[in-house]
Structures are given as structure tokens and as C-alpha cells.
């Protein structure tokens, strides 16, 4: 399987490593010296238990201490071109990615599960990667207020 999608102007040959070295998989290797406490959002309206489960594989590469909240189906909001059904999961581990290397990695994930400007458009959503939390620091403030999110984060 397959977790990310590197293109050679996305990789520094200085900055590689091997997933024995706490590298992933060809990727960048931009650490922080102290982990990180990280709070995920998965989501996906497409061949959704698949790709959810893919999803948490490729994550276990990146974080260490992973705890998964229950799924949870929810109808899509707003003005969504398709009516397919999310299937939504939280994840909390800790990393000594930054969270800018961090949120990169997530994107390059998206990618490589299929995620296009043009599927979105489209409102196909292989797997949608969010941080809600990184440390302290709350992200996608809209999300925090969504019903689905309130439910789960008791789960942890």
C-alpha cells in the first residue's frame, strides 16, 4: 500500500531517510525535538470502511500511541453536488513531526488515495485528513461545533 505521493521537488535528498530511522516511507524527515500531542479528523464518502481503514494504516507510520475513536455516519452539510453518507473517525497519537511537515504529509496521504480538485468538485471525498489539535492548539474551529466531533471526542 502506498501512503504517499512525493514528487522530486517535494523531497530534499539530505532530509531523507529510511522508515527504520523513524523516516516514512521516502518521505521528509522534518522532526521536532518533543512529541506532539495530535488530534485527527478522518472522513470519507467514498468505498468509506476501505478507505478509512487504509487511512489508519498510513497513520500508524507517522504516529506513535494511535487511539481511534468509534465510527460514525453522517449525511454530507452544506451544498454538496452528491448526497453519498461520510463515515467519520477521530485519532489521537503524538508525533515529533511539526505541524506544518505534519499537515503536508496528511495532504500527500489525500493525494494518494485519489483526492483531486476535480473529485471535489465533483463532491467525491476519497479520505479527508484534518488536524483538529496540534498540542494546545485548537485547528478547524467550525468542526469543534459539529455534532459528529462533540460525540467522538468523548471517546477519548
Avoid at 505534519?102 to 465533483?122: D, I, P, V, Y
Wanted: glycine share 6%; hydrophobic share 35%.
Amino acid at each position: 500500500m502506498r501512503c504517499w505521493r512525493l514528487s522530486v521537488y517535494e523531497m530534499d535528498r539530505e532530509t531523507l531517510s529510511p522508515p527504520e530511522s523513524g523516516g516514512v516511507r521516502g518521505g521528509l524527515n522534518k522532526q521536532r525535538r518533543t512529541m506532539a500531542k495530535v488530534i485527527l479528523s478522518l472522513a470519507s464518502n467514498r468505498f468509506q470502511a476501505k478507505n478509512l481503514s487504509r487511512a489508519r494504516q498510513c497513520l500508524e507510520e507517522i504516529f506513535s500511541d494511535l487511539r481511534y475513536s468509534r465510527e460514525h455516519w453522517t449525511e454530507p452539510v452544506g451544498n454538496a453536488k452528491r448526497r453519498d453518507a461520510y463515515l467519520n473517525q477521530l485519532a489521537t497519537g503524538t508525533t515529533t513531526l511539526d505541524e506544518e511537515t505534519l499537515n503536508e504529509r496528511l495532504k500527500q496521504m489525500e493525494l494518494s488515495f485519489g483526492r483531486t480538485q476535480a473529485k471535489r468538485l465533483l463532491g467525491i471525498v476519497p479520505i479527508d485528513l484534518d488536524i483538529l489539535q496540534y498540542d494546545d492548539e485548537r485547528r478547524h474551529l467550525l468542526d469543534w461545533q459539529r455534532p459528529y466531533v462533540t460525540e467522538l471526542i468523548g471517546d477519548f
